[in-house]
Antibody, heavy 120, light 107 residues
Framework: QVQLVQSGAEVKRPGASVRLSCKTS????????LHWVRQAPGQGPEWMGM????????TYAQNFEGRVSMTRDTSTATVSLELSSLKSEDTALYHC?????????????WGQGTLVTVSS | EIVLTQSPGTLSLSPGDRATLSCRAS???????LAWYQHRPGQAPRLLIY??SRAAGVPDRFSSGGSGTDFTLTISRLEAEDFSTYFC?????????FGGGTKVEIK
């Protein structure tokens, strides 16, 4: 079965960077886009961007351009998210999610989430 | 950019009740591109409905409706596991907007 397993919780200082990982299994890694979505406390989900695992092409949300990077490792079927220049407003639950094939932005499978806390 | 607004923020109901959740778009969208997800605390979000179709394994007490700018998710008879947070999403392209969510809580 399809699984997306995310790395553990992180606590960071403002200005630092954080790197999260999402290990996938149960399907052909190259065939589906992987997305990152975050949800801050009391707010709705926010799409951060996506990566095409077949060629590592990325598309980022405008809100995160310049401080987000998404990469993939085909040998381990893992995608990673790096977010830099962290602010307290980046405190959120970060999810990876797999797209639905032709419906690239339909998020069919999700990881359990990684809590990132940014605090001085 | 399209904005999705969900209402109410919280819905207080009893098991067996019917739940109707609203998702309003800031401009006309195709109903075939609207999805609904369930998110229980501590769990991965779950795709429930996309367009008019239920995702695999989703019980038929969940249904969707609407067109244009106004869409609904209906849970015909609430069961214990349905008390959760639900959010809508437009999956037509980048960036895919999400609604702010509706929490269905036990009254």
């Amino acid at each position: 079965q399809v699984q997306l397993v995310q790395s553990g919780a992180e606590v960071k200082r403002p200005g630092a960077s954080v790197r999260l990982s999402c290990k996938t299994s149960g399907y052909t890694f190259a065939n589906y886009f992987l997305h990152w979505v975050r949800q801050a406390p009391g707010q709705g989900p926010e799409w951060m961007g996506m990566i095409d695992p077949s060629d590592a092409t990325t598309t980022y949300a405008q809100n995160f351009e310049g401080r987000v990077s998404m990469t993939r490792d085909t040998s381990t079927a893992t995608v990673s998210l790096e977010l830099s220049s962290l602010k307290s407003e980046d405190t959120a639950l970060y999810h990876c999610a797999r797209g639905g094939g032709t419906a690239q932005f339909l998020l069919v499978y999700w990881g359990q989430g990684t809590l990132v806390t940014v605090s001085s | 950019e399209i904005v999705l607004t969900q209402s109410p923020g919280t819905l207080s109901l009893s098991p067996g009740d019917r739940a109707t959740l609203s998702c309003r778009a800031s401009q006309t969208v195709g109903s075939g591109f609207l999805a609904w997800y369930q998110h229980r605390p501590g769990q991965a979000p779950r795709l429930l409905i996309y367009g008019a179709s239920r995702a695999a394994g989703v019980p038929d007490r969940f249904s969707s409706g609407g067109s244009g700018t106004d869409f609904t998710l209906t849970i015909s008879r609430l069961e214990a596991e349905d008390f959760s947070t639900y959010f809508c999403q437009l999956f037509r392209g980048a960036p895919p907007p999400f609604g702010g969510g509706t929490k269905v809580e036990i009254k």
